[in-house]
């Protein structure tokens, strides 16, 4: 959401964005198909053009990957979570293309139906050297095509926001999917180590990324504070916490963002109702917690999306001790308004 509380279509960030990936993606393209005609003797354009926008797509899927745990490691990677979406659509259009004329490449020429043919021609699923790896491709479309048709908010709003994230988690099963579909197709043919390499790296890029983005939140929320006999716990000093941003704490396995602004501390649940974004993470923007995810805005005293939207998150009690803060542990409902602390 914006200043003037409207969501966030299309504006001049997104504008570069697209462009910028549109364009990569375009002399990408370009390049491969340059490249392979000039290294490769008698070979046929549509090969060529089936691989290009193939190998386009599963390095896309690679940053799309990627974005999540380096925006978690660095918060300099925000605003390519910002534009994620429109990178997962770009993606799956590539992944259809790439589809559709291999489909009609291999399987048009025969006496079934192309869609029939992929399905039934190759059966050989026990044999390593022969599995029938363009199965696992379809299988992978099938998944993205779902999430690409659910990347809107409506189908956020409708599906709730935890059956909706893990829906689209399903992104990772579609990643397995395709490896093996490399692995057991391109690489079997392969004769050059250079894609095998490309494959194995951006694997184990993948993976240690996940390790490592997880390893930090894991430091973080073993650090669990637990409450007083009064239900406060000692959440630390108050210049402890930046100006116009939070300071996040595990309560009792919670967290817990306190934010600081204006001369005030109010304390708010971690967690954007949009997507689940991290609003610890995100800052104090004309009054209210923008969540760096996509721009999600809340009161901070209040939890209370600005009219005319109606989202709602916990807040939590907060005291004084010297200069050091304390949090109640247990949370206020949604939307339930707490004087800041005046420091």
């Given at each position: 959401?914006g200043?003037?509380?409207?969501?966030?279509?299309?504006?001049?960030?997104?504008?570069?964005?697209?462009i910028?990936?549109?364009g990569?993606?375009?002399?990408?393209?370009w390049?491969?198909?340059?490249?392979?005609?000039?290294?490769a003797?008698?070979?046929?354009?549509?090969?060529?053009?089936?691989?290009?926008?193939g190998?386009a797509?599963?390095?896309?899927?690679?940053?799309?990957?990627?974005?999540?745990?380096?925006?978690?490691?660095?918060?300099?990677?925000?605003p390519?979570?910002?534009?994620?979406?429109?990178?997962?659509?770009t993606?799956?259009?590539?992944?259809?293309?790439?589809?559709?004329k291999?489909?009609?490449w291999?399987?048009?020429?025969?006496n079934?139906?192309p869609?029939?043919?992929l399905?039934?021609s190759?059966?050989?699923?026990?044999?390593?050297?022969?599995f029938?790896?363009?199965?696992?491709?379809?299988?992978?479309?099938?998944?993205?095509?779902?999430?690409?048709?659910?990347?809107?908010?409506?189908?956020?709003?409708n599906?709730?926001?935890?059956?909706?994230?893990?829906?689209?988690?399903?992104?990772?099963?579609?990643?397995?999917?395709l490896?093996?579909?490399?692995?057991?197709?391109a690489?079997?043919?392969?004769?050059?180590?250079?894609?095998?390499?490309a494959?194995a790296?951006?694997l184990?890029?993948i993976?240690?990324?996940?390790?490592?983005?997880?390893?930090?939140e894991?430091?973080q929320?073993?650090?669990i504070l637990?409450?007083?006999?009064?239900?406060?716990v000692?959440a630390?000093?108050?210049?402890?916490?930046?100006?116009?941003?939070?300071?996040?704490?595990s309560?009792?396995?919670?967290r817990v963002?306190?934010?600081k602004?204006?001369?005030?501390?109010s304390?708010?649940?971690?967690?954007c109702?949009?997507?689940?974004?991290p609003?610890?993470e995100g800052?104090?923007?004309n009054g209210?917690?923008t969540?760096?995810?996509?721009?999600?805005e809340?009161l901070?005293?209040?939890?209370?999306?600005?009219?005319?939207?109606?989202e709602?998150?916990?807040?939590f009690?907060?005291?004084?001790n010297?200069?050091?803060?304390?949090?109640?542990a247990?949370p206020?409902?949604?939307?339930?308004?707490?004087?800041p602390?005046?420091?």
């Open positions: 959401m200043v003037s509380y409207k969501p966030v279509l299309w504006n001049r960030q997104k504008i570069i964005y697209d910028i990936l549109l990569s993606v375009a002399i990408y393209i390049l491969f198909m340059t490249v392979s005609q000039q290294l003797e008698q070979v046929d354009i549509r090969g060529i053009r089936i691989r290009a926008y190998s797509a599963f390095i896309l899927l690679h940053i799309i990957l990627s974005i999540g745990p380096l925006s978690r490691i660095n918060p300099r990677f925000l390519l979570l910002y534009n994620r979406r429109h990178m997962g659509v993606m799956f259009c590539l992944a259809l293309y790439h589809t559709d291999a489909i009609a291999y399987h048009k020429l025969g079934l139906d869609l029939v043919s399905l039934t190759n059966l050989h699923f026990f044999s390593l050297i022969r029938p790896f363009e199965i696992l491709g379809l299988y992978a479309l099938l998944i993205l095509f779902l999430m690409a048709a659910t990347s809107h908010d409506f189908w956020l709003a599906l709730t926001a935890p059956i909706w994230k893990t829906l689209h988690m399903l992104v990772y099963v579609a990643y397995g999917l490896v093996s579909h490399v692995v057991l197709g690489l079997q043919t392969n004769r050059h180590p250079f894609l095998t390499v494959v790296i951006g184990i890029w993976v240690a990324i996940h390790l490592i983005s997880g390893i930090k894991w430091n929320d073993k650090k637990h409450p007083d006999a009064d239900g406060f000692d630390g000093r108050i210049d402890e916490i930046p100006e116009n941003k939070a300071k996040i704490i309560i009792s396995g919670e963002a306190i934010f602004y204006d001369g005030k501390i304390a708010v649940s971690n967690v109702q949009h997507q689940n974004g609003l610890g800052k104090i923007i209210c917690i969540c760096p995810w996509h721009g999600y809340y901070p005293d209040s939890g209370v999306s600005p009219p005319p939207f109606t709602k998150i916990p807040t009690d907060l005291k004084l010297g200069d050091r803060l304390l949090v109640k247990l206020n409902k949604p939307g339930t308004k707490v004087e602390i005046i420091y």
